[in-house]
C-alpha cells in the first residue's frame, strides 16, 4: 500500500548537491560534519574551483536536503549516509573523486571507500575520529554519559527550532533567501534528525575500518580540538596504512571555517594537480 | 532638580557599573574562545573568580559537556558563518557542583587596528524558562507518543479489514494490488477477498466497491466483505449470495449502491462462475494472452432496484495458464474519457504483459494504468491465475 507514490529517487535533490568548478575534471566532493551544512565548505571550495569540479551536498536531515527522505533504518548508522554519498558521486561523474570530509563524515567517507572502491582515489580526512567514547585502552574523550548529555543540550534547543526554523526549512525549498534571513540557519535541523545523527555520530566505531583503507589519506588535525583530539588523530593516521598527518596551528573543531588558509594549503599540497 | 515627572534623577553610572550589575553575565572572548573579560554577575553564577577566568579558560569551559560539544558543532560555527549568534540554551556549571540555565546570544566584534577580533557575548538567566521548556517538551513528547499509539492502532484496525485472503492452493494463485484514494489511510471504500468454499475445493474471489472514500467507506466496506465471506461460504451461489447481500445492505446505509463482482472457480476443471452486481466486468486472459471480458451475468448495484427475479450468472471456461483480472473503477475510470477507452487500455495492457509472473504483471499494470491518474480515487486489483 502506498508503494505506487513513491517516485525515483532524486539524488541531487535529496542531498542538495551543489557543483562549482571545471566541468568534466575530477571531482573532489566535501561532505559537512556533524552540526551544520555544506556552508561549512564556503571559503575552502573556492580555493579548488580554478582545477577541480568541486562537489558540496547536505546530508539528509540538515541544510536544504530532502527531510522527507531522512529514513530512520537506513539513516540509522554510518552506512547508510554513506551509501546516500557514494549514490551523489555515481551522480556527479566521472570516478574516482578526491573526497574531503569534516568531523563525522570523515568516517562516512572510509565507509564509502571500503563499500564502493572506485569512488574515491585519495581521502582528505578533516578532525577525524573513529570512536568518541572511551573504551577499554582507547581515548575518544567521551563517556556515555557525555552523549546524553549532548541530547539533553539537543532538546534544550529544540523549541526555537520549532517554532522559528520549521516553517522556513521544510516548507520552501524554491525560495531559499528566506532561510538565509533566519539567523542560526545553517546549523538548524528536525530535532529528530539531529537526534538521531547526534546518536549515529557519537555511538559509532569505526577503528575497524581504518586498516582496510587502501587509497592514500591525510589527516587533518587542529592542535587543540575538543571534539577530536590530537591524540584520535594520531590513532587515524596510526591505523590508515597508506597516510599522512598535518597538524594546523588551530584551535576548534572547525578549521575549514577558522583556519581556512591553512586547510586549503593543507589539501592542496596532497592532492595532486588534475590539469 | 528634579526631572520633570517628578522623581528624583538618577544617580551617575560609569561604564563599569553598568557592565557588572547588569541583571545578565557579559564575557568577552577571542576568536578562538579564550576568555579576555567577564562582569560580576557571570563570576556570581559560576563562582570562579576572574583571575581563573581571564585568558585561562574559555567559553565552552565553563559550559556542561553537552553544551561544550554543541558549541564546537553548532555555535562556534555559526560564529564563523554569520558573526552573530542568537538564542542558545546552555547550562554553565557551578564550581563545587550544580548548574545555571542561560541562554546565550554572541556577536563578533571585527578586528580594528591593533585589536584582533572578538566575541562579545550575553548570557540571559534562564532558571525559569528552562524548567518551562523542559515541561512543555515532555507534553510534546507524550503527545507524540500517543498520536504514534493511535495512528498503529488505526493501522492494525484498517488493515484488518482486508486480511485473511488466500494467496494459493491447489491449482490456482491469487495476486492483489490496493491503493486508498485518502493518502495516510491504509484502507478505502475498495476490498479484494479469496477464499476457499466450506466443499474445500471452490475458490471464491471478489472484489467490490463502496460508494464514497475515506474512513466511513472502509468501515461499509469491511461489515461488507464479512457479510460476503459469511455467505458466500457456505456454497450458495454468486447468484445468491448478491441476493443475501441486498437484504443486507438494505440495513447498513454507507454500504447502499455498492458494486461487487463474485467469482467462482473450481480449480480442477476451470469451470468458472461469476455475476457483477454494478460492476466492471473481469477481464479474462487465456494462456497465449488473449483478453476478453465476461459480460454475462450482470445486474444492477446492491440494494438499487427491488428485485423480482434471481440475479443472473455468467460461465466460462479458465484454461491452464490463464488469469481471471478483477478490478475497480479506479483503475480505468477517467474523467473526460469513455469508460469504454480505459477497459480498452487495460485489455491491451494486461495482453502485452500477461506473460510476466502474476506479482509483476499486476504491478506494472498499477503503475500504467494510474500514470494519467488526476484525481485521486480508491483502486483495488485481484488477478487470480489457473496454475
Known sequence: ?275 | MPAADGRAPLPAEDLATLYDEAPCAYLTTWMDGTIARVNRRLLEWTGWSEADLVGRRTFPDLLRVGGRIFYETHYAPLLQMQEEVSDVAFDLEVVGGGFHPVVASSCVAPAQGDVPAHVRTTLVDATGRHAYERELLAARRAAEASEARERETAIVLQRSLLAGWLEEGPGFAVETRYRPAIEGLEVGGDWYDSFLLADGETLSASVGDVVGRGLTAAAAMGQLRSAYRALASVGAGPSRVLDHLDDFVARVPDAWMATVAAIELEPATGHLRYACAGHLPPLLLGPDGAPSYLWAGRSAPLAALPRTEPRPVGEAQLERGGRVIVFTDGLVERQGRDIDAGLEALAVAASRLHALPAAELVDRLVEELLADEQTRDDVCLLALTRT
Open chain 1, 1 to 275: 500500500m502506498g508503494r505506487y507514490d513513491r517516485g525515483i529517487v532524486d539524488v541531487r535533490s535529496r542531498n542538495n548537491v551543489v557543483e562549482s568548478g571545471v566541468a568534466g575534471r575530477k571531482p573532489m566532493v566535501f561532505a559537512h560534519g556533524f552540526g551544520c551544512d555544506q556552508h561549512m565548505w564556503r571559503h575552502v571550495v573556492p580555493a579548488f574551483e580554478d582545477r577541480f569540479r568541486t562537489v558540496v551536498f547536505d546530508h539528509v536531515g540538515f541544510g536544504r536536503s530532502d527531510l522527507a527522505a531522512f529514513d530512520p533504518e537506513r539513516h540509522g548508522s554510518l552506512q547508510g549516509y554513506a551509501d546516500d554519498l557514494i549514490e551523489v558521486c555515481a551522480e556527479i561523474g566521472p570516478q574516482p573523486a578526491v573526497f574531503v570530509g569534516h568531523s563525522v563524515s570523515a568516517m562516512i567517507g572510509v565507509r564509502a571507500a571500503l563499500t564502493a572502491p572506485e569512488v574515491f582515489d585519495r581521502l582528505v580526512l578533516i578532525g577525524p575520529s573513529p570512536r568518541y567514547i572511551d573504551d577499554d585502552g582507547y581515548v575518544g574523550g567521551f563517556s556515555e554519559a557525555d552523549i546524553d548529555d549532548l541530547l539533553a543540550s539537543l532538546d534544550d534547543n529544540y523549541l526555537g527550532w520549532s517554532s522559528a526554523m520549521a516553517p522556513v526549512i521544510m516548507g520552501t525549498p524554491d525560495r531559499p533567501e528566506l532561510g538565509e534571513e533566519l539567523t542560526n540557519s545553517f546549523c538548524a535541523t528536525d530535532p529528530a534528525m539531529a537526534r538521531s545523527f547526534a546518536r549515529v555520530t557519537f555511538l559509532s566505531d569505526s577503528r575497524a575500518d581504518l586498516p582496510r583503507v587502501a587509497v592514500p589519506t591525510l589527516v587533518v588535525q587542529c592542535r587543540e580540538d575538543a571534539i577530536a583530539a590530537p591524540a584520535v588523530g594520531a590513532y587515524v593516521h596510526d591505523h590508515i596504512p597508506d597516510s599522512e598527518m598535518v597538524v594546523l596551528d588551530a584551535t576548534g573543531h572547525c578549521p575549514n571555517l577558522s583556519a581556512p588558509a591553512e586547510t586549503i594549503a593543507a589539501i592542496a599540497a596532497f592532492v595532486p594537480d588534475p590539469a
